[in-house]
Structure formats: C-alpha cells, structure tokens
C-alpha cells in the first residue's frame, strides 16, 4: 500500500513563501503523474498543478506564476514552490501521486495541510 506524507503547510504573511512536499512510500510500480490540489471551503478540490514523470509541468491559469511544481524521482517526492502569497491562496492543499500498475492508474492522496495567508 502507497503511503504519502506530506509538510511544508502553515501561515505565513503577504508577499510570503511556503514550499510544500510530499513523499510517496511503499511504491513498487510506475510513478506518473503528481499533482497539487486546492480545496477551499464548502468547495470541491480544485487541481493547480500537475509534472510529469518525464517532468512536464502544467498550471492552473491563476497559479502559475509564482508557483513552481517539481519533483525528484529518486526520493519519489513532489515539491509546490509557493511564492508572493496572497490572502486567496488560503486553502487546504492536497498532494495526489498517480501509480501506474498493470495499465490502470491508481490515484493516492495525501491527508491536505492547511495553507493560511495573513494580511
């Protein structure tokens, strides 16, 4: 079973930075894609970013700019380079890992950690 730990939440004021990660264990099959996620209040997750395992990356429209998504195969970890911060970047943020496995794709989450932006 695929374990993933996420770090790197918390508050931190305007104009701030935050840089999350999130490690998968346990992993005997392909690792794909890994993405980040944001869910707001009362609201379904929304995705903000997603690499590659050849390292691709794509970004919500709103975000891209001054988030960075990386990854280090070797670690099997993602990173969320969260810059200038703004008060609307408050949310939880969620890591999902995508484990090829026989040709079927199995999604594995992490628990979210809160992101807080004081003005």
């Known amino acids: 079973q695929v374990h993933v730990a996420e770090s790197g939440g918390g508050l931190v004021q305007v104009g701030g930075s935050l840089r999350r990660s999130c490690t998968a264990s346990?992993?005997?099959?392909?690792?794909?894609?890994m993405r980040w996620y944001r869910q707001d209040p009362g609201e379904g997750r929304v995705l903000v970013a997603t690499i590659t395992e050849g390292g691709l990356t794509k970004y919500d429209a709103t975000v891209e700019d001054p988030f960075t998504i990386s990854r280090d195969n070797a670690k099997n970890t993602v990173y969320l380079q969260m810059n200038n911060l703004k008060p609307e970047d408050t949310a939880i943020y969620y890591c999902?890992?995508?484990?090829?496995?026989?040709?079927?794709?199995?999604?594995?989450w992490g628990r979210g950690t809160q992101v807080t932006v004081s003005s």
């Open positions: 346990e992993v005997t099959s392909t690792m794909s894609d």
């Open positions: 999902d890992v995508v484990v090829s496995r026989l040709n079927t794709d199995y999604d594995y």
